[in-house]
């Protein structure tokens, strides 16, 4: 249950990655959260789960899971210090050993990094996020808070962590879902549709470095179709009243 529940998690948030500019892709790494079986129970090795991490790498987000509960770790090499944010009032298992363990691991297999940091001291902090009413949305949670954080490192620093309406998870998750579902095809199906072509617009905008797919403009985006879809309602009855006054 852990490791397919642990795999979905990756693949949704690879995908929402692969939806920034490249020169943001190349920031962050997106750590397995099957790598905490290596941490806490030393269950094979935490080094193969680092294959594919570079010292351009700026943030590490590390969803972490322990008694079916799901938070998130981000280790900022920028601030040099490790944010646990969880939608639980309290502090999750052992995701601080956990994050310190992931230092430790990043600073020996890639010692630029750690040179880099040298006359730091590696801190810790916990940043309140909006808590759960449930006891299933922690998972969505912590793909709407890689989110929002990554578009606060990158694009809007204005936006609030510690603040936000339960719209914003709802809008993520149709968002990763619709994502999902674009590029889903089935290998051993021959009747399969082919991914689709690359947007070329959006591999402009890529190089340009510009911030696609914004939750805020999505946002945006949502209300000016309400508002365009309330003015075709009007005018349909506009034109209903007339034709019942004609007959």
Not at 25 to 30: A, D, E, G, S
Not at 38 to 56: M, N, P, R, W, Y
Not at 115 to 133: A, C, D, T, W
Not at 206 to 225: A, E, F, M, T, V
């Amino acid at each position: 249950m852990l490791s397919s529940s642990a795999t979905v998690g990756s693949a949704l948030l690879r995908v929402l990655l692969q939806q920034c500019e490249e020169a943001v892709q190349r920031k962050v790494f997106i750590l397995d959260p099957l790598v905490t079986q290596c941490f806490l129970h030393k269950h094979g090795d935490a080094k193969s789960f680092l294959q594919d991490f570079t010292e351009e790498v700026e943030c590490v987000i590390y969803p972490y899971i322990e008694k079916g509960h799901w938070s998130l770790i981000i280790v900022d090499f920028n601030a040099y210090q490790a944010l646990s944010l969880n939608s639980l009032p309290s502090q999750h298992g052992n995701c601080k050993v956990a994050a310190k363990l992931l230092k430790m691991h990043i600073d020996q297999n890639f010692p630029g990094i750690a040179k880099m940091n040298e006359q730091k001291q590696f801190g810790y902090s916990q940043i309140h996020v909006p808590l759960q009413r449930d006891s299933t949305s922690c998972g969505w949670r912590v793909i709407a808070n890689v989110v929002r954080f990554l578009e606060r490192r990158f694009h809007s620093p204005e936006l609030n962590l510690s603040d936000y309406p339960d719209a914003w998870i709802i809008l993520i998750r149709e968002r990763a879902i619709n994502s999902i579902m674009k590029h889903a095809i089935c290998p051993y199906d021959p009747d399969s549709s082919p991914p689709p072509p690359p947007d070329k617009k959006q591999s402009e905008d890529k190089k340009k470095g510009l911030p696609l797919h914004s939750p805020l403009n999505h946002g945006n985006n949502i209300k000016s179709q309400a508002e365009s879809s309330k003015k075709g309602h009007k005018q349909q009855r506009k034109q209903g009243s007339k034709k019942d006054r004609k007959g």
